[in-house]
Nanobody, 115 residues
Framework: QVHLVESGGGLVQPGGSLTLTCAAS????????MGWYRQAPGDQRELVAT???????VYADSVRGRFTISRDGATSTVSLHMTSLKPEDTALYFC?????????WGQGTQVTVSS
């Protein structure tokens, strides 16, 4: 069982920046992909960015060039640094982890981009 604890959400103005962090309750052994998904009201959950243990990254087209994902293998954490935020980035952001072949999700942290 993996517990994912997210932090860093909040309210930010358009054009601003925010960093989300997620800590996994397991060591890096067996922890393959970690990343972030988001879900806006009325929409399906969508991939934002992921990174494998080997360092391979995937970004949604809508965030590429604005968001940066990074992992700290020593502490089993993953961060998402978000810049040039837009109102359409408003969503509940979920941390994701693939550990020993099973998918795990955090509870979600709200990001609201509004003036």
């Amino acid at each position: 069982q993996v517990h994912l604890v997210e932090s860093g959400g909040g309210l930010v103005q358009p054009g601003g920046s925010l960093t989300l962090t997620c800590a996994a309750s397991v060591s890096r052994i067996g922890l393959n992909t970690m990343g972030w998904y988001r879900q806006a009201p009325g929409d399906q959950r969508e991939l934002v960015a992921t990174e494998t243990y080997a360092g391979s990254q995937v970004y949604a087209d809508s965030v590429r060039g604005r968001f940066t994902i990074s992992r700290d293998g020593a502490t089993s954490t993953v961060s998402l640094h978000m810049t040039s935020l837009k109102p359409e980035d408003t969503a509940l952001y979920f941390c994701y982890a693939l550990w020993r072949g099973a998918n795990y999700w955090g509870q979600g942290t709200q990001v609201t981009v509004s003036s």
